[in-house]
């Protein structure tokens, strides 16, 4: 079973509680339990954690009654560009302009209780795929461990 630096409870001791005892647990060791049940879910689909690839959206189905119990919760983030409050594109170059976005969506994810550590789902427009490989440099720096994702051409952005 995949662990976490000093957890309350395990995924064991959680599968032996009720849902009103689970969810009368606090908020830090809710989020801790959620933590170990995406890491597991993840190594149990890929046998790796950190080295994985493909889709891994089955092992939801097998955690539905943990996530259940810890009041796991959907976060949407959408989409964004590199402009800042004013509509100004912010950086001088296309690197400078994905951390951008990625920061966009990283204090969009904190304000969610939440990191990219926990995103399950990514689908990203570009408009110059020749800026793919600079696109997945900052990418892996904000994602290190990332999840499926897609990754889409296209001639603008509204």
Not at 55 to 74: P, Q
């Amino acid at each position: 079973m995949t662990q976490v630096s000093n957890p309350a409870h395990t995924l064991n001791e959680l599968d032996a509680l009720s849902i009103e005892q689970a969810q009368a647990l606090s908020f830090e060791e809710r989020d801790a339990l959620l933590d170990l049940i995406i890491a597991d879910g993840r190594h149990e689909a890929t046998g790796s954690v950190s080295y994985r690839t493909g889709m891994y959206t089955d092992y939801f189905d097998e955690d539905l009654t943990r996530m259940l119990k810890v009041k796991a919760v959907k976060v949407y983030v959408r989409g964004t560009t590199s402009s800042n409050f004013d509509g100004e594109v912010v950086g001088d170059n296309f690197m400078e302009q994905y951390r951008a976005c990625f920061r966009h969506v990283e204090t969009t994810l904190k304000a969610g209780r939440t990191s990219f550590s926990r995103v399950v789902n990514m689908v990203v427009f570009l408009t110059n795929m020749d800026n793919w490989e600079k696109f997945n440099e900052v990418f892996r720096e904000f994602v290190p461990n990332p999840p499926c994702r897609a990754v889409i051409g296209t001639t603008g952005l509204a």
